[in-house]
């Protein structure tokens, strides 16, 4: 975590249900633009959408960010 994002909180939280695995992280800091990491981002999408999953990114300025990933748990094997 970046460390001018000022975050004083960070939260993860793992889903698991019987057809779906969700990774959601939030933080409290300022908010993030996504556009300095949007080569990463689609990069991630991409990966995740291969695998039949996907990955949102909710960033609120003065508020923080929350990303969420979810796979298939039959791309787990």
Do not use: C, F, I, W
């Not at 291969?50 to 960033?59: F, H, I, R, W």
């Amino acid at each position: 975590m970046e460390r001018q994002r000022r975050a004083r909180t960070v939260s993860l939280a793992l889903t698991v249900s019987r057809s779906m695995l969700r990774l959601t992280v939030s933080d409290d800091g300022l908010g993030v633009s996504a556009e300095p990491y949007e080569l990463r981002l689609k990069t991630r999408r991409v990966e995740l959408a291969a695998l039949g999953g996907g990955m949102t990114v909710n960033a609120v300025s003065g508020e923080g960010t929350t990303v969420s990933a979810t796979v298939p748990r039959r791309a787990l094997g």
